[in-house]
């Protein structure tokens, strides 16, 4: 069953003027003359007279109420029926467009047709040239937030490589302290502990280059 307040867009308590409003802007935009002919045009204008017709006369208004509402009461809800308008109301509109679209270009001069391609190409042009540049852009951010981790990861092992060369420090000092008391020991037992300070320097040494090694290569890594 059509839905005559659909073809018209009105709402189903649209006065008379507002049906006469409706009918003689429809009919002018859809007459077969001002659209060459076209079969669709003709159809929709075939339909905008026929609901006219019937929602004009009063008597033939009222009888048409009565048949649209017991032909969705018992099987959809207004939800469902406001979801079926809408989509046949999309569908007609991209219908319309196309329709349009193709009397438009049908008419166009070679010159025109050129002209439009030729924008729709700067267009698509310029559109390409701006998600380059969001790229781009993005690439940037994410390379430049890499590089500040990296940085910070740098502060943060040299702030480890100096708490150690403060340890190995201090590791000196008491070995010098030691020896400085040990100073008035016999000659045996100082070159004793000498040695211990030099072989404790070189193994400390020896910790402090394989912790640098390390970080280092953890640094490559990431």
Same mark, same amino acid.
């Given at each position: ?6 073809i ?87 219908k319309?467009k ?25 267009? %698509? &042009?310029? =559109?390409? /040239? #701006?998600?380059?540049? $969001?790229?781009?852009? @993005? ?5 430049? +937030?890499s ?7 740098? %502060? &943060?092992? =040299?702030? /480890? #490589?100096?708490?150690? $060369?403060?340890?190995? @420090? ?5 070995? +010098?302290?030691?020896?400085s ?25 020896? +910790? ?15």
């Amino acid at each position: 069953m059509k839905n005559y307040y659909y073809i018209l867009g009105l709402e189903k308590n649209a006065s008379i003027n507002e049906i006469k409003s409706a009918y003689r802007k429809l009919s002018v935009k859809f007459h077969p003359d001002k659209n060459n002919g076209d079969a669709f045009f003709e159809s929709r204008f075939k339909d905008i007279n026929e609901a006219y017709e019937v929602l004009f006369d009063s008597e033939k208004r009222r009888t048409y109420d009565i048949k649209l509402s017991l032909n969705f009461s018992e099987k959809t809800n207004e939800k469902e029926i406001k979801d079926v308008e809408d989509k046949l109301r999309k569908d007609f509109e991209e219908k319309l467009k196309q329709k349009e679209e193709e009397i438009r270009r049908k008419y166009q001069t070679p010159e025109q047709r050129a002209k439009e391609e030729f924008e729709n190409k700067r267009k %698509l &042009k310029e =559109q390409q /040239e #701006i998600n380059e540049k $969001k790229n781009l852009v @993005s690439e940037l951010n994410t390379k430049t +937030i890499s590089l500040r981790e990296k940085k910070d990861k740098l %502060l &943060k092992a =040299q702030g /480890e #490589i100096s708490n150690i $060369k403060s340890e190995i @420090s201090l590791i000196e000092h008491r070995i +010098i302290e030691i020896n400085s008391i040990l100073g008035n020991k016999s000659e045996p037992k100082l070159k004793e502990y000498e040695g211990m300070g030099l072989y404790t320097s070189i193994l400390v040494s020896i +910790i402090l280059l394989l912790v640098i090694i390390a970080i280092c290569v953890q640094l490559s890594y990431e």
